[in-house]
């Protein structure tokens, strides 16, 4: 896993990781999500791997587009 760069500086994401067609996410306050391109849809995990690579936008982006579209979730 990746930290977070969190830019901004009030990011709820601590951590990322990427693979080929999937991306997790770890957030501060609760738990690990996996976003799969059959869960989430291509065009959204790309888009969050570019957010999650630049340090800023994918908390927003997710709770905006993406909600409970996720594969699966460990606590």
Same mark, same amino acid.
């Given at each position: 896993?990746?930290?977070?760069?969190?830019?901004?500086?009030?990011?709820?994401?601590?951590?990322?990781? $990427?693979?080929?067609?999937?991306?997790?996410? *770890?957030?501060?306050?609760?738990? *690990?999500?996996?976003?799969?391109?059959?869960? *989430?849809?291509?065009?959204?995990?790309e888009?969050?791997?570019?957010?999650?690579?630049?340090?800023?936008?994918l908390? $927003?982006?997710?709770?905006?587009?993406?909600?409970?579209?996720?594969?699966?979730?460990? $606590?």
């Amino acid at each position: 896993m990746q930290r977070y760069q969190n830019v901004q500086g009030n990011s709820g994401i601590a951590a990322y990781e $990427t693979g080929p067609d999937w991306i997790r996410v *770890t957030f501060k306050h609760g738990g *690990t999500y996996e976003y799969q391109y059959a869960s *989430t849809g291509e065009s959204h995990v790309e888009r969050m791997k570019k957010l999650a690579a630049s340090g800023q936008g994918l908390a $927003t982006f997710i709770s905006k587009f993406v909600k409970a579209n996720y594969a699966r979730r460990q $606590t």
